[in-house]
């Protein structure tokens, strides 16, 4: 799959999915702006990009700070001059239950993160995508469909929001040749849960054993794989898939 010639957003992109997508699209030939807010983390990933391909695009931003959003296209495009997929990868991953007295503090944390910022970029890379028939690609997870453990109920919300949105885009743009999808992952080898405070740095491996007995195959997926979905239906090659879910699970929702 060739990109040559395009221009592709990434959020999140400071580890994990978002890094890997970043990187196999520079492969690929497309011109790559990268979006995240440890400048640390993102100068890593700008080096591994310019390795596969051109030097990408880095702004430090977080996605949940509206200000901080509204940039992020209008720079993407005044660098690159147009814009042709964007994937809105960036997400959070907070642990609280209902019965938390702190609930609705973080629910709005997650999800401004997960939910609304997908849908203000989406909003201001409409006018771009529509001028080069482009599409966008969410990342969303299978705790949108399934309540993947307690006290995540804000997660999983969000992510059944960024399904739902997924397909009401798709909709709406589908008559300007826009198209929208999502990636739904199981468990996948990232450090969303060491981000997050919710495992201790180093842990992550005795996480991801555990993770493997919840899939019918019996494994964690790699960032990569996930990379490879993004990029598929971001080609010409799922030029009639708009409006779908995605799912990258190892089988987990089987279970």
């Known amino acids: ?26 492969k690929e030939g497309a011109s790559v702006a990268i979006v995240g807010r440890n400048e640390t983390k993102l100068s890593n990933v700008a080096q591994k990009c310019a390795q596969e391909g051109a030097q990408p695009l880095v702004i430090r931003a977080d996605v949940a700070n509206e200000k901080e959003a509204s940039t992020i296209i209008k720079k993407t495009v005044d660098h690159f001059g147009k814009l042709d997929v964007l994937v809105n990868n960036a997400g959070v991953y907070t642990k609280a239950s209902v019965a938390d007295p702190n609930v609705l503090k973080v629910f709005d944390e997650v999800m401004n993160t997960n939910l609304r910022s997908i849908v203000q970029l989406t909003s201001l890379a409409v006018p771009f995508l529509q ?9 969303s997870s299978v705790a949108s469909t399934k309540v993947i453990a307690e006290n995540y109920m804000s997660y ?24 929208v999808n999502s990636v739904n992952p199981g468990p996948v080898r990232t450090d969303i849960s060491e981000n997050a405070g919710l495992v201790p740095p180093g842990a992550g491996d005795i996480a991801w054993e555990y993770a493997k007995t919840v899939t019918a195959l019996n494994r964690v997926g790699e960032p990569e794989e996930i990379a490879d979905v993004i990029a598929f239906l971001a080609s010409d090659k799922a030029r009639s898939i708009t409006g779908s879910i995605y799912v990258s699970d190892n089988g987990q929702l089987l279970k």
Do not use: E, Q
């Not at 990109?3 to 699209?25: D, E, N, P, Y």
């Open 131 to 139: 001028a080069t028939k482009g599409n966008i690609v969410n990342v």
């Open 156 to 179: 999983c919300v969000s992510k059944a929001g960024v399904d739902h949105f997924t397909r009401c885009a798709a909709l709406d743009l589908a008559a300007s040749g826009v198209r």
């Open 1 to 26: 799959m060739s990109f040559s010639g395009k221009v592709v957003l990434v959020t999140g992109a400071s580890s994990s999915i978002g890094a890997a997508t970043a990187i196999l699209f520079s």
